[in-house]
């Protein structure tokens, strides 16, 4: 089982497979590699080194009660980074990762990396007084907290069919309760931390980054509206931005081949400029 230790004693997993170029993936709030494993299967298959990790608190990694603000979180993914010693590194993020990598690169560099996929990132600014109209604003974040924690398998199950929208996307009762039952592998302390963690203002760090740029967004994004990736993508020079008509928050796995396909157009594009 690949393992490593962060620099305050935290036991993560991470998985890692294949040969080459390194595509490391980060998932959404409350999901762990294992949503990945389609995408790894994939890359893998097309000579990429495929590596996903668990966040803390998530999956196979340590819980350790502690380290669910984004500055810890980033430094997980970097001290990931730097344990595989990865280079030229493609990062692949999901919805609350986006704003991990983000912080990442601000206080990590980028040295190790070449491009960075967002797939239904977090809002620029989720701060009072910078927010957009269109992000969740503090009382709402507490609203939805307290609903986790008070019974989170009915507050999943309640927001699964505008996740997937599984009347349009053909997406499976029995993949809705795959990806519930990995949910409920995490920590609650986790889930409600993490869900707390977001709320930053990050447009600062955003218009520093310098490294090629995918964001990819759905119009009907329930979770994070698409007004976040139009905003992200207007603040960092010369992203390449994508709006999938009829896609919601899970596009990763309901628009799997376009995703791959445009990843794929990205990495080409990026590699021979």
């Not at 919805?95 to 980028?110: D, F, K, Q, Y």
């Not at 759905?218 to 905003?231: C, T």
Request: aromatic share 10%; hydrophobic share 45%.
């Amino acid at each position: 089982m690949s393992q490593f230790i962060t620099s305050d004693g935290t036991t993560l997993f991470y998985r890692d497979a294949g040969h080459g170029q390194p595509i490391l993936f980060a998932a959404s709030w409350a999901m762990d590699s294992r949503a990945w494993g389609r995408y790894m299967l994939h890359f893998q298959a097309r000579g990429f080194r495929c590596i996903a990790l668990d966040r803390r608190g998530h999956g196979r990694s340590d819980d350790p009660g502690h380290g669910y603000q984004l500055d810890r979180l980033a430094d997980d993914l970097a001290e990931l980074a730097e344990h595989l010693d990865l280079r030229d590194a493609i990062v692949v993020t999901h919805s609350m990762a986006s704003g991990e990598c983000t912080r990442m690169l601000a206080r990590h560099g980028s040295s190790r990396f070449a491009r960075v996929v967002f797939l239904a990132p977090v809002a620029p600014s989720y701060v009072e007084g910078s927010r957009a109209p269109w992000s969740m604003d503090e009382a709402t974040t507490e609203l939805a907290v307290a609903a986790i924690a008070r019974d989170l398998p009915q507050w999943l199950a309640a927001n699964a069919d505008d996740f997937f929208l599984p009347a349009d996307t053909g997406t499976t009762p029995e993949y809705v309760r795959y990806t519930i039952d990995c949910i409920l592998d995490a920590s609650l302390q986790a889930l409600v931390e993490c869900f707390r963690a977001k709320r930053v203002d990050q447009r600062a760090e955003l218009a520093a980054l310098e490294l090629p740029l995918l964001v990819i967004h759905g119009d009907r994004d329930a979770s994070e509206p698409v007004q976040q990736g139009r905003a992200l993508a207007a603040l960092v020079q010369g992203t390449r931005y994508l709006e999938y008509a009829g896609a919601p928050h899970g596009l990763y796995h309901t628009h799997f081949e376009r995703i791959v396909a445009d990843i794929e157009a990205f990495i080409g594009e990026t590699a021979a400029s």
